[in-house]
């Protein structure tokens, strides 16, 4: 096993074991060329029928392939109702952010989850059939191979990390530089920071940019997102429904 070492996005050591799964570049690469050079972004098309798209749209999430495809209005229509977990091979990512103002995380919850970074999203892989960590550095996302054993105490405290849309929403904490922060983001969110963390990182320790970015980031993550209470929720909507962006 690889384990990555606690501090600044990417750092790691090596381990012995089996190497961890990072996203393919081919995911990452829009987010990469977005951020890196906003400047010069050509005319995008909706991967599903061509029709060139406005500079604001929708998502859709592959799980098989964990990739993100930018489609059109009437394209993401298809897919707001009836889409079921194991129905089709693509899920509505929801426009839905949601800051978890209660949810510290204690350092012992954190050990219990055995994470050994401090910038990390978990979500739901359906094709999985279980609960994913991956963390954001300079060559990707790269995939934890722990258990994450302590990941159903957790949801037994915050009932409404229960309430996460399988594949399409995740649970995005920030502990970097004595942070304490923790979000519900559409996964999309969550490859646009990784995609920002390889444009800007500089050297072996990421410089001033990485940092710079990351801290807008964040702050512009907190100006949009709804204020919720993690100690609180409800029962988890149907699996693979990615239509309520209601933030509730």
């Known amino acids: ?17 089996q190497a961890p ?15 890196g050079q906003p400047q010069r972004r050509p005319l995008e098309r909706c991967e599903l029928c061509s029709t060139l798209l406005l500079p604001t749209h929708r998502h859709l999430f592959a799980p098989e392939r ?10 993401a229509l298809l897919f707001r109702a009836g889409s079921q977990a194991g129905q089709g091979q693509y899920r509505l990512i929801p426009e839905r952010y949601r800051w978890l103002r209660d949810l510290g995380l204690t350092d012992a919850e954190w050990e219990a989850l055995g994470l050994p970074v401090n910038l990390v999203y978990l979500f739901y892989s359906s094709p999985a059939g279980r609960m994913l960590a991956f963390y954001p550095g300079p060559a990707g996302a790269t995939e934890s191979l722990l258990s994450l054993n302590g990941w159903q105490g957790l949801v037994a405290r915050y009932p409404r ?3 996460l849309l399988p594949d399409v929403e995740a649970l995005l904490i920030n502990r970097v530089r004595g942070a304490r922060e923790a979000y519900l983001v559409p996964i999309d969110a969550c490859y646009r920071l990784t995609g920002l963390i390889r444009a800007n990182w500089r050297g072996l320790s990421g410089g001033l940019e990485v940092e710079q970015a990351l801290r807008t980031f964040f702050e512009e993550l907190q100006a949009r997102a709804e204020i919720v209470t993690a100690a609180a929720g409800r029962a988890a909507p149907a699996l693979g429904e990615g239509e309520d962006d209601t933030g509730s």
């Open 1 to 17: 096993m690889r384990r990555e070492e606690a501090g600044r996005p990417g750092e790691q050591q090596q381990q012995t074991g």
């Open 21 to 35: 799964v990072a996203l393919p570049l081919g995911a990452l690469r829009r987010f990469v060329s977005r951020e």
């Open 66 to 75: 964990r990739q993100v495809l930018c489609v059109c209005e009437p394209c």
């Open 161 to 163: 990390l229960g309430a």
